[in-house]
Each structure stands twice: as structure tokens, then as C-alpha cells.
């Protein structure tokens, strides 16, 4: 039951979305996270302004999860592979992904994109988690 403090609400799905998770909205109101289809396949996405959407995997990807998006439009997540291996990425307002791997990461988790496309997160390299800080170039 909704408060009556609510102004408004949208409910929403991606196309062929079984289950949905929302992650993060920005600033100008794209909003990102993960769905799985009927196929129980987690995949990213992006709802546009105008209600479109866009459903986006990187290469390799067996489950994708889309974490935040910047102003720009930047999305950052992580994806599994299939062999059980954990990466980050990065999904330019372009569409073009890039990959986000430290050096002996085992596992990388990035979990914010600033405005300026500085983006933070976790990983795992030697069996302890760190904190990263990166910028990639645009």
C-alpha cells in the first residue's frame, strides 16, 4: 500500500521480464539494473526517459547486473562468465562496453559512476577484498 505522502508511481518491467530489480535512476531520469527472462538468463538494462528500453549483455556474459548510472548515461555492473569468473564493466552512453578487471582481480564488483565517470566498487585479488577508485577515459 502505497503512503499518501506518494505524488505518483510507475510500474514497469523490461520486455520479457519474468523478474525485475532496479538499481539506480540519474539525475535526468534513466533508470538501470537487471531482469531475468523466461529463460532464467539476468540480463542489464536501460529505461529510457521516454518508457524504451534497452537490454544489453557484455561478451561473454551468462548473467549480467547493471549496479549504477551516472547523467551521462554511463552504466556500471558486473557479469558472470561461464566459468564462474566475476568481471565489471562499464556501458558507454554509446552502448559500447568496456571491461573493468584490475590487475589479479578474481572478482570485480563496481558499485557507483560518478558524473564525471569516476567509478568505485569492491574486488578480489589473492583472497582479500580491496575498495578500487578508476576513471576510464571516455
Known amino acids: 500500500d502505497w503512503s499518501s505522502d506518494v505524488c505518483s508511481s510507475d510500474l514497469f518491467d ?5 523478474i525485475t530489480t532496479v538499481t539506480a535512476i540519474s539525475d535526468n531520469g534513466q ?8 529463460s532464467s538468463v539476468e540480463h542489464g538494462f536501460l ?11 557484455p561478451v561473454g556474459s551468462i548473467e549480467t547486473v ?6 551521462s548515461g554511463a552504466i556500471v555492473g558486473y ?15 554509446d552502448a559500447t562496453i568496456v571491461s573493468l578487471d584490475p590487475p589479479g582481480s578474481t572478482g570485480t564488483l563496481p558499485s557507483g559512476i560518478s558524473a564525471t565517470g569516476e567509478i568505485v566498487g569492491g574486488e578480489i585479488a589473492g583472497g582479500t577484498d ?5 576513471k576510464i577515459a571516455p
Open 79 to 93: 557479469f558472470r562468465t561461464s566459468d564462474n569468473d566475476i568481471h565489471g564493466f562499464m556501458r558507454r552512453s
Open 47 to 57: 529505461r529510457n526517459t521516454n518508457g524504451s528500453f534497452v537490454s544489453f549483455d
Open 14 to 18: 523490461p520486455p520479457g521480464s519474468k
Open 31 to 38: 533508470i538501470t539494473g537487471s531482469y531475468y527472462d523466461a
Open 130 to 134: 580491496h575498495g578500487f577508485l578508476v
Open 66 to 71: 547493471a549496479t549504477a548510472i551516472n547523467q
